[in-house]
């Protein structure tokens, strides 16, 4: 992966060769071997300690020696997909580890490169929501404060990270695919895990499926988390096969890895990954379909796909689940949620200002239901931060149009697009328990390189003619 400067290229600055016209074999190799890597892992083993230990350590590592911003990102994306594999094979590490290392890894580059500028909406945002923290202190034992502060804390503090991280910052085609490969990569290991531990519920227990979210199907754990990892997975391979792959081996195999990922994602039966998966592709497809070259690379791959999906995944999904997962889609019920953005309506209400504090809005949500967390973080801010978190959500919805407005091209604004689906869906759904959501949305803040441009040329001047008098001898 080349380097690449912060600033944008100069008009008529040559950009440098693309480069890795065999990357796509060490891509597909690098998401194959965490097939393995994730069947040979046991749960709550040393290897899952060491795996996080290791990968935390080396992406600091790159954030203090390097000052190429296309490794910093692959290090986070790395992290951001591994969060959910870490939880779910019971690492050894503090719940919001994901979160933190993210926030540490990029936090270290931003300072050491000096992007400071582009910080000043980010900043503002998370310093609205400090304030609240001080009802939660006095409010909570010292133990319990701590837990939810760094629960309900650190996600905003990961997106005003991310934010100003990636603001600007310009990457090439080929780092981007880097990047969204880093992503995918512990993405596979999830649905690896999930897909062995549904063939053994099957094998050796009497499991049914019902019109509710699986856990024996999402590799015993939580399964709106799992989902939502296989949803951004999913859209991130998308992207990949939308930058170009240039070769119809590893397209083919992209749409294998796309076809395995959908199917885990809906046999979860927590719909809400395939749903944010489907927004984030929809609205890149808004503004890709502008651009000829790219809309016929999009046709290409919906005809690779879709047909495999409607006429071989489905039906298989509809005869192992004995048609239960055609009821589960087609059930439009919110599952409480509303339920829950109404408790939380009702708590900012009865704290205008300052809200009731980061974690202390669970008292309204278990009079109307049976869980004191909140799903929706816009209820969620409303409640706990008061009218300063309606100004942090201002300066969010701020930060999203101008990553829009600011894209000069189809592409970019297609990457926008479809990463500001996926976190604003995700944040509608399962709040910012992820920094997947976090990392999605200061993603949608990069650029790609701009084309080669060729310097004008410029037309030699003519020859001066010498002058000879008249009538000279």
């Known amino acids: 992966m080349s380097t690449r400067a912060l600033a944008r290229p100069a008009p008529g600055a040559v950009a440098l060769p693309a480069g890795g016209k065999y990357d796509w074999i060490f891509q597909i190799g690098f998401l194959g071997l965490h097939v393995p890597l994730a069947m040979v892992i046991p749960k709550a083993s040393s290897q899952i300690n060491w795996h996080a230990r290791v990968v935390i350590l080396l992406a600091a590592l790159v954030a203090l020696t390097t000052r190429r911003w296309e490794r910093v990102a692959c290090a986070a994306a790395y992290i951001t997909g591994a969060e959910v594999y870490w939880r779910m094979r019971h690492a050894q590490i503090p719940w919001e580890t994901g979160k933190y290392a993210v926030i540490l890894v990029v936090g270290i580059a931003l ?6 500028k582009r910080a ?23 133990e319990d404060a701590r837990s939810q502060l ?30 969204m490969t ?31 979210s699986n856990k024996f199907a999402s590799g015993g754990f939580g399964p709106n988390q799992v989902s939502a990892a296989l949803g951004l997975g999913i859209l991130a391979i998308f992207l990949i096969m939308v930058i170009g792959v240039g070769n119809s081996v590893a397209v083919a195999t992209l749409g294998l890895f796309t076809l395995f990922l959908i199917r885990q ?7 809400g990954g395939i749903y944010m998966a489907a927004g984030g592709v929809l609205a890149a497809s808004y503004y890709l379909a502008r651009d000829r070259k790219i809309r016929m690379r999009l046709f290409g791959v919906a005809a690779l796909v879709a047909p495999l999906l409607v006429f071989v995944v489905w039906p298989r999904l509809e005869t192992m689940t004995a048609g239960k997962i055609g009821d589960r889609f087609a059930n439009t019920d919110s599952t409480g ?8 309506l009702k708590t900012w209400s009865e704290n205008i200002v300052l809200g009731a504090g980061p974690g202390m809005g669970g008292k309204n949500r278990l009079l109307l239901f049976h869980v004191p967390t909140a799903h929706t973080e816009y209820s969620r801010m409303l409640a706990e931060h008061g009218m300063l978190g309606l100004l942090a959500l201002v300066l969010m919805g701020l930060m999203a149009w101008r990553n829009i407005k600011d894209a000069p091209t189809m592409l970019d604004k297609a990457l926008a697009a479809s990463m500001l689906a996926y976190s604003l869906l995700s944040m509608l759904v399962d709040g910012r328990r992820l920094v997947r959501v976090s990392f999605a ?25 010498p002058q000879v008098a008249i009538g000279a001898r």
């Open 111 to 116: 300072l050491r490169m000096g992007h400071y």
């Open 120 to 142: 000043v909406i980010p900043g503002a945002f998370f310093l609205l929501l400090v304030p609240s923290a001080l009802l939660t202190i006095f409010g909570l034992p010292d």
């Open 150 to 179: 760094a629960f309900n804390l650190s996600g905003p503090l990961a997106l005003a990270v991310c934010a100003a991280f990636f603001k600007g910052v310009r990457f090439s085609r080929r780092e981007m695919k880097w990047i």
């Open 182 to 212: 880093f992503l995918v990569a512990p993405t596979v290991s999830i649905a690896t895990v999930a897909s062995v531990a549904l063939s053994r519920a099957q094998q050796y227990a009497d499991r049914e499926f019902n019109n509710a």
């Open 265 to 271: 994602c809906v046999i979860t039966f927590s719909r």
């Open 337 to 344: 949620r509303d339920l829950l953005v109404l408790a939380d």
């Open 441 to 465: 949305f200061g993603i949608s803040g990069a650029l790609f390189l701009l084309p080669r441009r060729r310097a004008p040329a410029v037309a030699p001047k003519p020859k001066a003619v």
